[in-house]
């Protein structure tokens, strides 16, 4: 029996508008046999970009190479060597599809496979995508019982070789992983207010509940963390120093083309969550809810924090999605091998009021 297909109105609204935006700004990481095939095709057609491939090179820590850049490592507008002037991939132009990384034909789709469920969903670091999120009244799911994906090609988060865990750290069987998860789900949509949504989203994650810390005055736009905060984050649970990571000064990647948003905060949050509730941002061996609602409230904490400090809210949104997805969440905050520890400090703080 094929799995059900769900997914939302974006994944199959979202095109392609040619801007050359993912293609710039950040290092593109491929794997070792794709960057030898690139650079193998270049040689075979006498193409004079294969002399700033390094076969020989070492990859990162990762493991990953990086497609060639123009520009300086520090020039944000730096492009990947193949972007033409028009913004086209011009590695499409001359050799088509078959032998571009994965990233580049699998950007913005994910998807993630369940036991009876292929989730297909949008990263919103693409502004596009952004933006025919920000323009929904509602998250709207479609399920097809015998579809396939609407689209050519989607990433696969996670497959059926993972383990499971439960909110409390406890290992569960898939099925069991997914009944609780939909069933944070189906808490999340029972409420229209977005702090309503997440006290649901606390009660269904178990015990012991979470209240909310007394944040210091300035703590949200400052990054203020007080002995007396640290104090009552430890008394929820415990306490990280990878919590700074909501703070942090970083600039992940320029957002030059921010969409219009002229609609509700909480429910563009809101949308936001039910969207990472739909499709969860998995990149490690081991699934846990604990991760799940700690990223969860992680963006809640992060979209604050950068709204004190002025971000316009779809800016506001592009920092959260590129802290859950691209800056190694899980070690910045819920760090270790306990993630059933530390959600409930992360979400201490989301509760607050900002």
């Known amino acids: 029996?094929?799995?059900?297909?769900?997914?939302?109105?974006?994944?199959?609204?979202?095109?392609?508008?040619?801007?050359?935006?993912?293609?710039?700004?950040?290092?593109?990481?491929?794997?070792?046999?794709?960057?030898?095939?690139?650079h193998r095709t270049l040689l075979a057609a006498s193409d004079s970009r294969a002399a700033a491939f390094d076969p020989d090179g070492p990859p990162d820590e990762d493991g990953w190479r990086g497609v060639p850049m123009t520009g300086a490592p520090d020039d944000e507008q730096r492009s990947c060597l193949?972007?033409?002037?028009?913004?086209?991939?011009?590695?499409?132009?001359?050799?088509?599809?078959?032998?571009l990384p994965s990233i580049c034909q699998r950007y913005p789709y994910l998807q993630l496979y369940t036991p009876d469920r292929l989730r297909v969903g949008l990263t919103f670091t693409c502004p596009t995508a952004l933006g025919l999120l920000a323009d929904q009244a509602a998250l709207e799911v479609v399920e097809e019982p015998d579809g396939a994906p609407p689209v050519d090609f989607v990433t696969n988060l996670t497959g059926f070789e993972r383990?499971?865990?439960?909110?409390?750290?406890?290992?569960?069987?898939?099925?069991?992983f997914w009944r609780r998860h939909d069933a944070l789900a189906a808490a999340f949509d029972r409420a229209e207010a977005l702090d309503d949504r997440l006290a649901l989203l606390v009660a269904e994650a178990g015990e012991p509940p979470v209240a909310p810390v007394a944040m210091p005055d300035g703590a949200w736009a400052n990054g203020a963390?007080?002995?007396?905060?640290?104090?009552?984050?430890?008394?929820?649970?415990?306490?990280?120093?990878?919590?700074?990571?909501l703070w942090s000064e970083s600039v992940y990647r320029p957002m030059p083309d921010p969409p219009a948003f002229?609609?509700?905060?909480?429910?563009?949050?809101?949308?936001?969550?039910?969207?990472?509730?739909?499709?969860?941002?998995?990149?490690?061996?081991?699934?846990?809810?604990?991760?799940?609602?700690?990223?969860?409230?992680?963006?809640?904490?992060?979209?604050?924090?950068?709204?004190?400090?002025?971000?316009?809210?779809?800016?506001?949104?592009r920092h959260v999605e590129l802290l859950v997805l691209h800056s190694g969440m899980p070690v910045r905050v819920l760090l270790g091998d306990d993630p059933a520890r530390t959600w409930r400090p992360v979400a201490a703080i989301a509760l607050a009021a900002p």
């Open 82 to 99: 193949f972007l033409t002037p028009e913004s086209k991939c011009g590695w499409r132009m001359d050799f088509g599809t078959g032998g």
């Open 225 to 245: 963390f007080s002995g007396e905060l640290f104090a009552q984050l430890g008394d929820r649970g415990a306490v990280t120093p990878g919590l700074m990571g």
């Open 262 to 317: 002229s609609g509700s905060e909480d429910a563009l949050l809101s949308r936001y969550l039910a969207h990472r509730l739909l499709v969860p941002a998995f990149y490690s061996t081991r699934t846990d809810l604990a991760w799940l609602v700690g990223a969860l409230f992680l963006a809640v904490a992060r979209y604050r924090v950068e709204r004190a400090r002025g971000a316009t809210p779809m800016v506001a949104l």
């Open 1 to 38: 029996m094929e799995p059900v297909l769900t997914y939302d109105r974006t994944v199959s609204d979202w095109r392609c508008h040619l801007r050359g935006l993912c293609c710039r700004g950040h290092r593109i990481g491929v794997d070792g046999v794709t960057y030898g095939r690139m």
């Open 163 to 176: 383990r499971f865990y439960d909110a409390d750290g406890g290992r569960v069987r898939p099925d069991l």
